[in-house]
């Protein structure tokens, strides 16, 4: 069992910055790959970008690139995401989660472990 817990997310302008962290407890960080999705009110929960183990690959939804980072620290057993030039339709909570593969995938029912999530709100 993995234990995923989301920090960092909060209020701010739009162009503002935020980053996220993901620390995972539990059985080893090792041979994960890691998720970030969204889910918005009233809007189906979305891929945002995804990491490999050990961290050589990393992809992200069209609507990030450019402007999100995804990264992860094993050592601490985090992974990270670097939101840049946030807009308001960067409104919603942000998930992290983990699957026992080395490749991420961008289809959140490969995905058995979460995070409860962290709110993040753009103000325009």
């Known amino acids: 069992q993995v234990q995923l817990v989301e920090s960092g997310g909060g209020l701010v302008q739009a162009g503002g910055s935020l980053r996220l962290a993901c620390a995972a407890s539990?059985?080893?960080?090792?041979?994960?790959?890691m998720g970030w999705f969204r889910q918005a009110p009233g809007k189906e929960r979305e891929f945002v970008a995804g990491i490999s183990w050990p961290g050589a690959t990393t992809d992200y939804a069209d609507s990030v690139k450019g402007r999100f980072t995804i990264s992860r620290d094993n050592s601490k057993n985090t992974v990270y995401l670097q939101m840049n030039s946030l807009k308001p339709e960067d409104t919603a909570v942000y998930y992290c989660a983990a699957r026992p593969s080395t490749y991420a995938t961008k289809y959140d029912e490969y995905y058995p472990y979460w995070g409860q999530g962290t709110q993040v709100t753009v103000s325009s």
């Open positions: 539990g059985r080893t960080f090792d041979n994960y790959a």
